[in-house]
């Protein structure tokens, strides 16, 4: 079952916090994992995304943490603000193929000024 | 620029009536996409193409068809609207198949949100 979970489904943070958005993911096919955000009444974009052969990736304030052996990989947003309120999704994918691009459910994030 | 275009944004369909989501891209992708996204899920794929006159089945195709007779266009088809496609249906291309970070990524529109009633 080429699955992914992700979680919490909501987060709610005050500006400066650090919210931590999680997902597993069974299939050991999967090389490519990619976060997106989406804001409201938009498409998703794409954030950040991360191959199996690191454990951590930066850009700017978004940092995605893996770990293959626990088949678990995060995304930290760094002194979170305002504007990061959206709606995150992390995927999966088996060679980076965007046709096998498998979403987890989704995290709402709200962060209070 | 305008990216990845949807029309209509908004529609109200009765069972059994049929309907077309129009998806337009001016970026010269190879590449496009239909994906449907319910309330509390993910996106699922439900068709893609990978050129003019070559189009494929994705994750959940049932109750839907797909043409790609121009680069730009890539419009879905309903022909008997049920309740269960009422939904979020997001259009999206990209310049290859492969989604590798900062390389071919792929370009969403902003949503079709159909209710069957």
């Known amino acids: 079952q080429q699955q992914v979970k992700q979680s919490p489904q909501s987060l709610i943070v005050q500006k400066g916090g650090i919210p931590i958005i999680n997902c597993a993911y069974e299939?050991?096919?999967?090389?490519?994992f990619p976060w997106y955000q989406q804001f409201p009444g938009k498409g998703p974009a794409l954030l950040i995304a991360?191959?199996?052969?690191?454990s951590e990736k930066k850009e700017g304030r978004f940092t995605i943490s893996f770990n293959k052996s626990a088949k678990q990989f995060s995304l930290h947003i760094m002194d979170s603000q305002p504007g990061d309120s959206a709606t995150y999704f992390c995927?999966?994918?088996?060679?980076?193929?965007?046709?096998?691009?498998?979403f987890g459910s989704g995290t709402q994030l709200t962060v209070l000024p | 620029n305008a990216g990845v275009t949807q029309t209509p944004k908004f529609r109200i369909l009765k069972i059994g009536q049929s309907m077309t989501l129009q998806c337009t891209q001016d970026?010269?992708?190879?590449?496009m996409y239909w994906y449907r996204q319910d309330p509390g899920m993910g996106l699922k794929l439900i068709y893609y193409?990978?050129?003019?006159?070559?189009?494929d089945k994705g994750e959940v195709p049932n109750g839907y068809n797909v043409s790609r007779s121009t680069t730009e266009d890539f419009p879905l088809r309903l022909e008997l609207a049920a309740p269960s496609q009422t939904s979020v249906y997001f259009c999206?291309?990209?310049?290859?198949?492969?989604?590798?970070?900062?390389?071919?990524?792929?370009?969403f529109g902003p949503g079709t949100r159909l209710t069957v009633l």
């Open positions: 999206a291309s990209s310049y290859s198949g492969f989604v590798l970070a900062g390389n071919n990524e792929q370009f």
């Open positions: 299939n050991t096919a999967f090389d490519y």
């Open positions: 995927a999966a994918s088996i060679g980076g193929s965007a046709r096998q691009l498998t």
């Open positions: 970026m010269n992708h190879n590449y």
């Open positions: 991360i191959r199996p052969d690191v």
């Open positions: 193409s990978v050129g003019a006159g070559i189009t």
